[in-house]
């Protein structure tokens, strides 16, 4: 069964940081297009990062440009979220997804994305 699984949220101050990591089954990680999106309460669900397994560029949401970090594990099939300098802003439910083959549209499409997690929540107070 093809499964992303996300962990690592939690409840931080703002200034704090947090890592999420998003492990994915056998068959799902090489070559794919991989990245992290975020839902805010009463928001729409918007792109933060993604990477293109296969190496490549990356594409970062201007809000979180020199704060936050993507990186992946390739022995361990899982793909991590740095987030340092947290905001309020930044909090939401964080979703990993994923697709085969090269990113689309920068990787800033959440329709091209068919595979998804079950999301980890990130609270950041002021």
């Known amino acids: 069964q093809v499964r992303l699984v996300e962990s690592g949220g939690g409840s931080v101050q703002a200034g704090g940081s947090l890592r999420l990591s998003c492990a994915a089954s056998?068959?799902?990680?090489?070559?794919?297009?991989m990245g992290w999106f975020r839902q805010a309460p009463g928001k729409e669900r918007e792109a933060v990062v993604s990477?293109?397994?296969?190496?490549?560029?990356?594409y970062y949401a201007d809000s979180v440009k020199g704060r936050f970090t993507i990186s992946q594990d390739n022995a361990k099939r899982t793909l991590y979220l740095q987030m340092n300098s947290l905001k309020p802003e930044d909090t939401g439910m964080y979703y990993c997804?994923?697709?085969?083959?090269?990113?689309?549209?920068?990787?800033?499409?959440?329709?091209?994305?068919?595979?998804w997690g079950q999301g980890t929540q990130v609270t950041v107070s002021s």
């Open positions: 997804a994923a697709r085969p083959f090269a990113c689309l549209n920068g990787g800033k499409r959440e329709s091209d994305f068919p595979l």
């Open positions: 056998a068959y799902v990680y090489s070559s794919y297009c």
């Open positions: 990477l293109y397994t296969g190496g490549g560029g990356t």
